[in-house]
């Protein structure tokens, strides 16, 4: 039978009987806090006027809100283990959650182009609802990209086959309204009030799977085919940005640009890349990428080549410039030895060697799944890097992750390449769920500590009061 938890104490044994911690409620429950006993409260949406509500009790229970709503929004007192739903991670440590808690964001210079788009991007802030969150901003403007990039994986799935005209539209649309959205969030949560570790984790998350899409537009343009060249070429990026994100964890400031060239620049070549070869067609794009040039010092040397490796060169450039300032700064200022800063980049090498050890053969049928699964451990890595950041715990430098990418890649001289295939978008499969229950899981305490929402704002931050209720 369900019984109410009137007391502190009561609320403690009865989390202790269920087997989970009830730290997190000795400041927010309305028991410990007030001491008072249960209130339900809520809004109910019927399909008609007429008829009655009754509130009686039951086995239900809400695990979408945070703890320090309600009371009666916690585990209920009586329920059993088997009726909860799976249990989340714990991802972060009290004292990280507290770190978080307190954490200030500080981004980079802004860049010309910046500064110049910056008006125009206040005003389509100014125009969005007070109740938006800044999180769903930054969610309708990434959707898009999910599916462009699905598109070019249905249309091109090895990187061989040209994209149509209507796919590069499709593309460079996506590629502006992202580039757009991404940039009012951040304003959108500063008008509101609603700015929040959380936001910044899910802004630059989002961003992170962005390069998964943004380099796969070029990829698209170029058709480069399934070779070695063309998926290190679409790593490097997420590696570069992983290495921005290192510079932060070490530096407290997000680099966003080096001198006049930063991230809104890269988007807009993207997208005029995109836009041209729309343009121009299939056949034209074609025809240019496969251009031989004869150049001195180079020799002959295929256009789409020379492309790959000065795009390479030109972000080897930037996560150079990353890691000698990191290195600097930490024997300067905090006099640590250079191979402790050096250590987090363990796991990315790591993944960049063991890119380089598939077999051709896999390569060549199965490019996409390689590179795919590659670039969502970079995400892996980079989200660590950003939430650990945030709050002050070390990076661990061994990532359980490389262990079946390692095995897969031994396999691949081994295994025929289609059976490996199979196995490949199993694991992917496998680890995609593990990722997305790894992410709720970072959700739901960081929602918790931080008392909030992740896709609605809350009164207090609407109204500047201290209510902790939502707007639904």
């Known amino acids: 039978m369900l ?45 008609k006027v007429g008829g009655n509500v009754h509130v009686a009790l039951g086995k239900s229970t809400a695990f979408d809100r945070p703890a320090s709503l309600a009371a009666a929004k916690l585990p209920s007192c009586g329920i059993q283990a088997a009726a909860l739903v799976m249990e989340m991670m714990h991802v972060l440590s009290e004292s990280g959650l507290d770190h978080i808690k307190k954490h200030q964001y500080k981004a980079g210079k802004y860049t010309p182009l910046d500064n110049l788009l910056n008006p125009y991007w206040i005003q389509l802030a100014e125009a969005l609802p007070r109740w938006l969150a800044p999180n769903t901003v930054t969610l309708v403007g990434f959707c898009p ?65 962005a390069c998964v899409a943004q380099t796969g537009a070029a990829a698209a343009v170029l058709s480069f085919g399934p ?17 921005a994100q290192w510079e932060e964890y070490h530096t407290g400031t997000l ?29 034209v794009v074609e025809s ?24 390479m060169l030109f972000v080897g450039f930037f996560m150079t410039m990353c890691m000698l300032k990191n290195v600097a700064q930490a024997l300067r200022e905090r006099g640590l030895p250079g191979a402790a800063v050096l250590q987090d980049l363990v796991p990315v090498l790591l993944q960049n060697v063991l890119l380089a050890c598939w077999s051709p053969q896999v390569v060549a049928a199965a490019a996409r799944e390689i590179s795919l699964w590659t670039l969502l451990l970079l995400f892996y890595y980079t989200a660590q890097m950003i939430l650990f950041s945030m709050a002050r715990m070390p990076f661990p430098m061994l990532q359980k992750w ?71």
């Open 3 to 47: 019984r109410c938890c009137n007391t502190c104490q009561e609320l403690k044994e009865a989390y202790q009987e269920m087997g989970m911690p009830y730290f997190h409620i000795l400041d927010t429950a309305m028991q410990c806090r007030n001491s008072v006993g249960c209130r339900v409260h809520g809004d109910v949406l019927v399909s």
């Open 145 to 209: 990209l999910v599916i462009s990039y699905a598109l070019s994986y249905w249309v091109s799935p090895s990187f061989e086959t040209p994209p149509p005209r209507w796919l590069m539209f499709v593309m460079t649309g996506a590629l502006f309204f992202y580039q757009t959205m991404d940039a009012m969030d951040g304003k959108q949560a500063r008008r509101t009030g609603s700015s929040s570790p959380l936001g910044q984790l899910f802004d630059h998350g989002c961003d992170c799977l």
């Open 227 to 243: 070779n070695f060249l063309g998926l290190f070429s679409l790593n490097i990026l997420s590696s570069g940005f992983f290495m």
């Open 255 to 283: 680099p966003t640009a080096y001198g006049p060239v930063g991230v809104t620049e890269t988007q807009f070549f993207l997208m005029g890349l995109t836009l041209v070869s729309g343009l121009l067609g299939p056949q």
């Open 288 to 311: 240019f990428t496969n251009m031989e040039l004869n150049l001195p010092l180079l020799g002959t040397v295929v256009f789409k080549t020379l492309f790959l490796k000065g795009w």
């Open 402 to 472: 490389l262990a079946p990418y390692a095995l897969l890649v031994l396999l691949s001289w081994a295994v025929p390449p289609l059976l490996l295939r199979r196995l490949l978008v199993g694991l992917l499969t496998v680890f995609g769920v593990w990722l997305l229950w790894w992410l709720a899981s970072v959700q739901k305490q960081l929602t918790r500590k931080l008392e909030i929402y992740t896709f609605n704002i809350t009164k207090k931050y609407v109204n500047g009061a201290h209510a902790n209720k939502s707007i639904d």
